[in-house]
């Protein structure tokens, strides 16, 4: 079964850091594009980052240059997020994504930054 979980979530007050995690299974990872994605209400789902199999390729969206940071173990089949100076408008649901021979979503995780 093809799958993406995502972990790593909470709550965090401004200026925080959390790091967010995305298991892979089912699918040959290393040959996969793989992003994180966010969802704040009301608002439709933005990319945040992403970077390729190999990781010659790494993205960011502006809005998180500087602060966020994507990585990946091809060897965990694992993609992270890490985010740091956390403010209130990155709350949100954080989705990674694997983009290939198939498109896989997983199903979010919270990210709430709040005094």
């Known amino acids: 079964q093809v799958q993406l979980v995502e972990s790593g979530g909470g709550l965090v007050q401004p200026g925080g850091s959390l790091r967010l995690s995305c298991v892979a299974s089912?699918?040959?990872?290393?040959?996969?594009?793989m992003s994180w994605h966010r969802q704040a209400p009301g608002k439709e789902r933005e990319f945040v980052a992403g970077m390729s199999g190999g990781g010659g390729l790494i993205q960011y969206a502006d809005s998180v240059k500087g602060r966020f940071t994507i990585s990946r173990d091809n060897d965990r089949n694992t993609v992270y997020l890490q985010m740091n100076s956390l403010k209130p408008e990155d709350t949100a649901v954080y989705s990674c994504?694997?983009?290939?021979?198939?498109?896989?979503w997983g199903q979010g995780t919270q990210v709430t930054v709040s005094p």
């Open positions: 089912g699918l040959v990872f290393g040959l996969y594009y």
């Open positions: 994504r694997a983009n290939g021979v198939q498109t896989i």
